[in-house]
């Protein structure tokens, strides 16, 4: 079955990064799109961006440009994602997500999250 | 930017009962060339990544229960659950994919009366 397994919790300084990776089985990883969601606590879900596993091509969305990004590796099936200059806010679930089978789109698999906290 | 409002905020129905939420785009998502709405509903339980539950505005994922159902069209949807079992106690999200950024509703939190 489909899984997307991803990294574990994290916590870092303000002003730091934070890597996250986001490893897919049970599917062929080249012939889906995979995106990153966000959810602060107790809050609604923010997309962030999308990769093209096959050509590694990448779209972010505004707010993140120049201190998000996403990568590949496909001899592992995993994509990463890293976040700079962290700061308070960006305390958050991150949620890597599969384009679905019908419609890129939208997310039929998810990750089960990575919990990533900003504090000094 | 599209803008999703989604109403009410939470909701409160008796087993059995029907539950219906409301999800409104700021723009059309409605593409013309396929006629199709770029629109999809989300499951999350706590502690749980969401969970598609349609797409198309109308088209239940593979699995998901026929009391699930999605209509509208445009800027206008609706989510309906026809006969609320305990399982179904969640935060439900709409969600455009007409264009990028891709964007959500806030979220409805559904509980049982």
């Known amino acids: 079955q489909v899984q997307l397994v991803q990294s574990g919790a994290e916590v870092k300084k303000p002003g730091a990064s934070v890597k996250v990776s986001c490893k897919a089985s049970?599917?062929?990883?080249?012939?889906?799109?995979i995106h990153w969601v966000r959810q602060a606590p107790g809050q609604g879900l923010e997309w962030m961006g999308i990769i093209d596993p096959s050509g590694g091509s990448t779209s972010y969305t505004q707010k993140f440009q120049g201190r998000f990004t996403m990568t590949r590796n496909t001899s592992s099936s995993t994509i990463y994602m890293e976040l700079s200059s962290l700061r308070s806010e960006d305390t958050a679930v991150y949620f890597c997500?599969?384009?679905?089978?019908?419609?890129?789109?939208?997310?039929?698999?998810w990750g089960q999250g990575t919990l990533v906290t900003v504090s000094s | 930017d599209i803008v999703m409002t989604q109403s009410p905020d939470s909701l409160a129905v008796s087993l059995g009962e029907r539950a219906t939420i409301n999800c409104k785009s700021s723009q059309s998502v409605l593409y013309s060339s396929n006629n199709e709405n770029f629109l999809a509903w989300y499951q999350q339980k706590p502690g749980q990544p969401p969970k598609l539950l349609i797409y198309w505005a109308s088209t239940r994922e593979s699995g998901v229960p026929d009391r699930f159902s999605g209509s509208g069209s445009g800027a206008d949807f609706t989510l309906t659950i026809s006969s609320l079992q305990a399982e179904d106690v969640a935060v439900y999200y709409c969600q455009q994919y007409y264009s990028t950024p891709y964007t959500f509703g806030q979220g409805t939190k559904l509980e049982i009366k």
């Open positions: 049970g599917y062929t990883f080249t012939s889906h799109y």
């Open positions: 997500a599969r384009g679905s089978s019908e419609v890129d789109g939208c997310f039929d698999s």
